[in-house]
Structure formats: C-alpha cells, structure tokens
T-cell receptor
Framework: GQNIDQPTEMTATEGAIVQINCTYQ??????LFWYQQHAGEAPTFLSY????GLEEKGRFSSFLSRSKGYSYLLLKELQMKDSASYLC??????????FGAGTRLFVKA | ETGVTQTPRHLVMGMTNKKSLKCEQH?????MYWYKQSAKKPLELMFV???????ENNSVPSRFSPECPNSSHLFLHLHTLQPEDSALYLC?????????????FGPGTRLTVL
C-alpha cells in the first residue's frame, strides 16, 4: 500500500531550529514535496526534492534519501508566523500525489 | 482574479439537496484536481483532469460527480451526500514540466452536510 508518516504535532521556541521528519512507502516516486498550510487556508508550496541531498531555500531546507524512503524539513530562526501544518507529499506518477496527514507546528515565544 | 479561486467558500446542505462546487484557475495550467481534507486525515485525491480529460478517479462514490468543461474550470456536483462527506474540498491546478508537478491550491469550500 501507499503510506506517508510524519509526526502529528511538534512544539518549538521562537528563534530555534526544528526538524520535521517524513517517511514514505509508495508504489512509485517522481519527487517529494513539502507544503505549508495555515489554519483555514490553502496549502502553499515550500520545497521539492527529486535527488538525494539537501535543498536550501532561505530559512527552510529539505532533505531526501530515496534509498531510505526518508525526508525532513528543517526550519531555522523560527518565527511565530511559522506556526502551521506542514504536509509531506510524494508524487507517484501520472499526476497522482499522496499526502501525509501533516505535522502541526506550534511556535511559542 | 489571480491563482486558483473556489466558490462558494462555505456550504451547508441537507442530504437530499443537489449543489455544485466551482473552481477556476487563472494560471494557464493543464491539470486540475479535487481533494477532500477531513480533520486530522491526509489530503485525499478524488479526481484529476489533464487537458479536460479525466485521468484519475480515486474510487470516489458516485454521489460526487466532476465536470471539466475546459482547462480553466472544474466543477464538483454533489447529490444525496452523507454527513461523513462534511469536509474541506480543495481544488488545485498544476503545469507538469518533466515530472515536476507543483500544485497550486484554491482556498477550499467548507462543506457541512446535515
């Protein structure tokens, strides 16, 4: 079957670094996405990994290991506005994307 | 209008009603999607259209009926729904380029079935 696992909730302090992990088992793999979704809003694109390694984009970085079926999203210099759900998603092919249930991140002062 | 728009934003309907959700994308994309998002559950892909042709129907009950008249518009027709169909329905669009398929989401329609 298709399965994407990520922690349900995490809490971190403003200014700190937080790592959100994602493991996946899917029948196909074209690439892995991370989306951010604030409460009551649409998901928005954060990052994309297709090859192994780290992709850095400002305060956000995403890592992929295809052999281990593992990714993480790293958020640095946390800000209160980073409180949101973070969705890990695998594109399996043919316009089909499988989403994880999301990790709710709470940033406290 | 820019991006992906959805109407209505909120909908309350009885189990015997018939209603439609509308999605419009202003990004020139070729693919459009319907997703269902229930509390604490993953986004569930319902339907995919590529250049107006349905390419995916993820075992969705027939009480949900999609329609894609052109690459910019997508509808979800609803009839005889059940209370468990209450959820956020998200529309998305994408322009696939060499397997890269970033999706742009609309704000969603919050559906409540009484």
């Amino acid at each position: 079957g298709q399965n994407i696992d990520q922690p349900t909730e995490m809490t971190a302090t403003e200014g700190a670094i937080v790592q959100i992990n994602c493991t996946y088992q899917t029948s196909g793999f074209n690439g892995l996405f991370w989306y951010q979704q604030h409460a009551g809003e649409a998901p928005t694109f954060l990052s994309y990994n297709v090859l192994d390694g780290l992709e850095e984009k400002g305060r956000f970085s995403s890592f992929l290991s295809r052999s281990k079926g593992y990714s993480y999203l790293l958020l640095k210099e946390l800000q209160m506005k980073d409180s949101a759900s973070y969705l890990c998603a695998v594109e399996t092919g043919g316009f089909k994307t499988i989403f994880g249930a999301g990790t709710r991140l709470f940033v406290k002062a | 209008e820019t991006g992906v728009t959805q109407t209505p934003r909120h909908l309350v309907m009885g189990m015997t009603n018939k209603k439609s959700l509308k999605c419009e994308q202003h990004l020139g994309h070729n693919a459009m999607y319907w997703y269902k998002q229930s509390a604490k559950k993953p986004l569930e892909l319902m339907f995919v259209y590529n250049f107006k042709e349905q390419t995916e129907n993820n075992s969705v009950p027939s009480r949900f009926s999609p329609e894609c008249p052109n690459s910019s518009h997508l509808f979800l027709h609803l009839h005889t729904l059940q209370p468990e169909d209450s959820a956020l329905y998200l529309c998305a669009s994408s322009q696939e380029t060499s397997g890269y398929n970033e999706q742009f989401f609309g704000p969603g329609t919050r559906l409540t079935v009484l």
